[in-house]
C-alpha cells in the first residue's frame, strides 16, 4: 500500500519557524518529482514548492522565495520543506505530493497555524 504521511506541523508565531518532512512507504519514489502543497480555508490548493527526481531542480512560489527550501533524500524516501520567517498568511494544510507521469500520490495533510 503506498502511503505519504507528513509530519511536523503545528503552531508557531510569526517570524518562527517549522520543518515539514513526507515520508514516503510502499514503493520508491527515487523517479518521482515531489513538491509541496498548501490549502487555506476558503482558498484553493497552491503549489509551494517543487524537487525535480534527482533534486536538481527546485521551483518555488513567489509568496515564499528566500523563505523556505525543499529539499529529498531518496535513499530515506522523504521529501522536506524547511520553513523559515513564516508569516500569518502562511497558515495552511500543507500537503505533499509524489508524480511521475499519470501516478499521483497525495499525502493526507499536516496542519501550519502561524499566530501573529
Known amino acids: 500500500q503506498v502511503q505519504l504521511v507528513e509530519s511536523g506541523g503545528g503552531l508557531v508565531q510569526a517570524g518562527g519557524s517549522l520543518r515539514l518532512s513526507c515520508a514516503a512507504s510502499?514503493?520508491?519514489f527515487s523517479w518521482y518529482n515531489k513538491a509541496w502543497y498548501r490549502q487555506a480555508p476558503g482558498k484553493e490548493r497552491?503549489?509551494?514548492?517543487?524537487?525535480?527526481?534527482?533534486?536538481?531542480?527546485?521551483n518555488y512560489a513567489d509568496p515564499v522565495k528566500g523563505r523556505f527550501t525543499i529539499s529529498r533524500d531518496n535513499v530515506k524516501n522523504t521529501v522536506s520543506l524547511q520553513m523559515n520567517s513564516l508569516k500569518p498568511e502562511d497558515t495552511a494544510v500543507y500537503y505533499c505530493?509524489?508524480?511521475?507521469?499519470?501516478?499521483?500520490?497525495w499525502g493526507q495533510g499536516t496542519q501550519v497555524t502561524v499566530s501573529s
Open positions: 505530493k509524489a508524480e511521475l507521469v499519470r501516478l499521483v500520490y
Open positions: 497552491e503549489l509551494v514548492a517543487f524537487i525535480s527526481s534527482d533534486a536538481r531542480r527546485t
Open positions: 510502499g514503493r520508491t
